[in-house]
T-cell receptor
Framework: NAGVTQTPKFQVLKTGQSMTLQCAQD?????MYWYRQDPGMGLRLIYY???????DKGEVPNGYNVSRLNKREFSLRLESAAPSQTSVYFC???????????????FGAGSRLTVL | GESVGLHLPTLSVQEGDNSIINCAYS??????FIWYKQESGKGPQFIID?????DKRQGQRVTVLLNKTVKHLSLQIAATQPGDSAVYFC??????????FGPGTRLSVLP
């Protein structure tokens, strides 16, 4: 059971280049999320998808687009990368915690992106 | 002056001692709280959770305390081990949506 899988793990881009981060979960979760993590800061939500076919902006959506391809997959696209988008990106999905019946986020291992 | 966002608070404890990591949350309407552990180069990992109608919850070597009056959450780790060295985040949410994370605390376990 892989959980949440992200690719690539590392990527270096030049300013203005585009790329897509891929994420897939095998836990049959409805909700999926993309966060970014910058040094000394907490995780900030970029976009989320509460269910297949829906996407919504989070706290820091500018410069990003997302696609919820199906229930398993949620991709994050940078159309024209900027140095300010240098960060570690985490995909997550949410499903119920066993004991409290509440939603718990399960994270992927992260994708480290550097924009030069 | 120093920007708080650039430097994580750090807690250093001796191996075998108890650790207490604190978190102030922002929304008095939040109904569910989670502690995550993040080891270097990895994604955050669920440790323990608590609902707003609870004051305390215990797991294996970990206890979470919730004080809604002052919007404060703490994580206690008993008999801290080297493998506990990591960054610890609290997260709050309402209705299981829009998780908001704290900046994190780095726990360093000294031999």
């Amino acid at each position: 059971n892989a959980g949440v899988t992200q690719t690539p793990k590392f990527q270096v881009l030049k300013t203005g280049q585009s790329m897509t981060l891929q994420c897939a979960q095998d836990m049959n979760h409805n909700s999926m999320y993309w966060y970014r993590q910058d040094p000394g800061m907490g995780l900030r939500l970029i976009y989320y998808s509460a269910s297949e076919g829906t996407t919504d902006k989070g706290e820091v959506p500018n410069g990003y687009n997302v696609s919820r391809l199906n229930k398993r997959e949620f991709s994050l696209r940078l159309e024209s990368a900027a140095p300010s988008q240098t960060s570690v990106y985490f995909c997550a999905s949410s499903g119920q915690a066993e004991l409290l019946g509440a939603n718990v986020l399960t994270f992927g291992a992260g994708s480290r992106l550097t924009v030069l | 002056g120093e920007s708080v966002g650039l430097h994580l608070p750090t807690l250093s404890v001796q191996e075998g001692d108890n650790s207490i990591i604190n978190c102030a949350y922002s929304n008095s309407a939040s109904d569910y709280f989670i502690w995550y552990k993040q080891e270097s180069g990895k994604g955050p990992q669920f440790i323990i959770d608590i609902r707003s109608n609870m004051d305390k919850r215990q797991g294996q070597r970990v206890t979470v305390l919730l004080n809604k009056t002052v919007k404060h959450l703490s994580l206690q780790i008993a008999a801290t081990q080297p493998g506990d060295s990591a960054v610890y985040f609290c997260a709050e949410t309402r209705y299981g949506q829009n998780f908001v994370f704290g900046p994190g605390t780095r726990l360093s376990v000294l031999p």
